[in-house]
């Protein structure tokens, strides 16, 4: 009788063990890192991008919670005429790293176009004429000596991808001026990965491409979205966007990247109200993986710019 009554209730232990609600795995069989504290991210990962274009003030970078930043740039070069020298822009430039430079804010260099390539995609040729890649290598080459002695210049970030070029030539191209930029200065340089990377189910990093440690990466997410949680248009496709997912593939991403490369991710996105609870959720995950992350932008006077969403700086003054 005893022996039948164990037996039921290891039977019943089972069948309750069983039927208990189990917990959701919110980044499947991922380990999540331990977060950061809050001075490490602000002071080396937070960042917010500036269109050159535009004027800078330090002031403002300031009262909105930044003490880095990313200087969006053309590049040097006037887009015909033999590449000349675009002495408006290169000055303008010049007097915007000074202005920084004073102020005690780390920035980094981006640039978007040169020899070759142009920002309405009609040329190209960066990625088909050898000469092209030595001309661009050189225009950056011109910027770093610009502000190699400045101490709070934090590197260059090479953003010329284009949906029509395969990827197997993006990043060949990309590495060929690369290496000809680091055989000359010992700076980090950030390569952004192909326009369509954040949409995309690939988590691995082209490391088979930069065999240079000092090549680190740059992931765009940018999209457009009318609420979140909820789904979002990327270039090429609309997904479903929530922090979980973007945690899994950030954190699938850091976990590809054996040899420790830098990583940015750089977020620009129409900013509406919703918008401020998507900021919380990165700023919690960027601690948790550790990434390099700019907010763009905080100087454009337009839907991209967030530096007068009321929601969104009281997020930044929290982080």
Known sequence: MKKVLLLVIALGVILLSSCSPKKENLTGDVTVPKPLNEKTFQDTLKLTKLDSSMDINPEDIRSIGFNRVIIKTQGLRIDSGNYKTDF????????????????????????????????????????????????????????????????????????VGNTKIHNDTYYKTLNEISNRVLKSYDVPLLISLDPMYFESNNTSLPLEYFDNPKVGFNIDMNFKCDKYPGKAKFNDSEIELSKNRILEKLIAIKDSNKNSRKILLSLKCPWSEECSVLVKD????????????????????????FSNNKNIITILNKY
């Open 88 to 159: 408006k822009r290169k000055n303008k430039l010049m007097k915007q790293t000074a202005l920084l430079e004073e102020a005690d804010i780390s920035y980094y260099i981006e640039i978007t176009t040169g020899p070759g390539i142009s920002n309405d995609g009609k040329n190209l040729s960066l990625f088909t004429k050898g000469d092209n890649m030595v001309f661009f290598a050189q225009m950056v080459k011109e910027i770093i000596e610009m502000n190699k002695d400045n101490t709070h210049f934090s590197g260059i970030i090479l953003s």
């Open 282 to 305: 990165i700023f919690e995950i960027m601690k948790m993986v550790g990434f390099e992350f700019s907010l763009s932008y905080s100087n454009t006077n337009n839907e991209f710019d």
